[in-house]
């Protein structure tokens, strides 16, 4: 079984930024791709990004490009999610996300992932 537990989210002004971080405990998540999801008020769980094990091959979307970095660190079993320039629109509860890599996957596709942290809070003001 895997643990994941999200930290990093707070209040900042539009502009500002944020750093994510995701910890994984309960086992080795070698070969494992990880993500990050969020969900706003009334809106289904939205697609952030992925990265693979290995960390060379990221998956994102054209609207957070240049915004939005993730990375992970496997020896800390920790995977982070640099937010910058946030917008109010970015407010959600923002959520880390583990599934076995397999060629040809969607990585945006919340359903297929198996372990999910608690959510972490990001608001962001205007």
């Known amino acids: 079984q895997v643990q994941l537990v999200e930290s990093g989210g707070g209040s900042v002004q539009a502009g500002g930024s944020l750093r994510l971080s995701c910890a994984a405990s309960g086992r080795t998540l070698s070969s494992y791709a990880m993500a990050w999801f969020r969900q706003a008020p009334g809106k289904e769980r939205e697609f952030v990004a992925a990265i693979s094990w290995s960390g060379g091959t990221i998956f994102t979307t054209e609207s957070k490009k240049g915004r939005f970095t993730i990375s992970r660190d496997n020896a800390k079993n920790t995977v982070y999610l640099q937010m910058n320039s946030l917008k109010p629109e970015d407010k959600a509860v923002y959520y880390c996300?583990?599934?076995?890599?397999?060629?040809?996957?969607?990585?945006?596709?919340?359903?297929?992932?198996?372990?999910w942290g608690q959510g972490t809070q990001v608001t962001v003001s205007s």
């Open positions: 996300a583990a599934v076995y890599e397999v060629v040809g996957r969607d990585y945006s596709r919340a359903y297929d992932y198996a372990y």
